[in-house]
T-cell receptor, first 111, second 114 residues
Framework: GQQLNQSPQSMFIQEGEDVSMNCTSSSIFNTWLWYKQDPGEGPVLLIALYKAGELTSNGRLTAQFGITRKDSFLNISASIPSDVGIYFCAGLAFGNEKLTFGTGTRLTIIP | EAQVTQNPRYLITVTGKKLTVTCSQNMNHEYMSWYRQDPGLGLRQIYYSMNVEVTDKGDVPEGYKVSRKEKRNFPLILESPSPNQTSLYFC?????????????FGPGTRLLVL
């Protein structure tokens, strides 16, 4: 099955820093989703993107649907301790009932 | 409270001993799905169901079975578990499957097969 390439795999940052991560695919998606997984929990949807070029914010989080429809980006500004967790991108192709998930980016905040 | 529940949350078993992980949602969702999460591989879909009595294979269905006899329940069955099925399993549900419908995930079931 297809998987999305997500990078970086892990990030170690200091509180207050900005964070950027991205996902790329070899095929086109019609929908991009970004999830966050807290330790010991299931993933929770952060942002959904439905149009190429779309830029959507959710508080300090901003995500973009790449123009080529083969990539997406997530930025977190002014990180805080509760941002710690694993971030997953996911894509949905037209006519497909299955979400394809990225491999995840583990975010750690150094005190 | 709208939620997806899974049981058990933790399970240790031995190779070949059949087991079932239950999943239930109270949101009247049509679409349900099972994923496994492994380090470095993210979430991979095992099986999904578009509605009652409609199930289909995901990306990694080998060694698993599912059933959807009622809308709210979607159990995952391992007829003869093997050590390579040691993983963290998530059930998810959504209103529909298309257009990135928000999927609600259960809390996860951590399975160890010895």
């Amino acid at each position: 099955g297809q998987q999305l390439n997500q990078s970086p795999q892990s990030m170690f940052i200091q509180e207050g820093e900005d964070v950027s991560m991205n996902c790329t695919s070899s095929s086109i998606f019609n929908t991009w989703l970004w999830y966050k997984q807290d330790p010991g929990e299931g993933p929770v949807l952060l942002i959904a993107l439905y149009k190429a070029g779309e830029l959507t914010s959710n508080g300090r989080l901003t995500a973009q649907f790449g123009i080529t429809r083969k990539d997406s980006f997530l930025n977190i500004s002014a990180s805080i301790p509760s941002d710690v967790g694993i971030y997953f991108c996911a894509g949905l192709a037209f006519g497909n009932e299955k979400l394809t998930f990225g491999t995840g980016t583990r975010l750690t905040i150094i005190p | 409270e709208a939620q997806v529940t899974q049981n058990p949350r933790y399970l240790i078993t031995v190779t070949g001993k059949k087991l079932t992980v239950t999943c239930s949602q109270n949101m009247n969702h049509e679409y349900m799905s099972w994923y496994r999460q492994d380090p470095g591989l993210g979430l991979r879909q095992i099986y999904y169901s578009m509605n009652v009595e409609v199930t289909d294979k995901g990306d990694v269905p080998e060694g698993y079975k599912v059933s959807r006899k009622e809308k709210r329940n979607f159990p995952l069955i391992l007829e003869s578990p093997s050590p390579n099925q040691t993983s963290l399993y998530f059930c998810a549900s959504s209103l529909g499957a298309g257009s990135g419908e928000t999927q609600y995930f259960g809390p996860g079931t951590r399975l160890l097969v010895l």
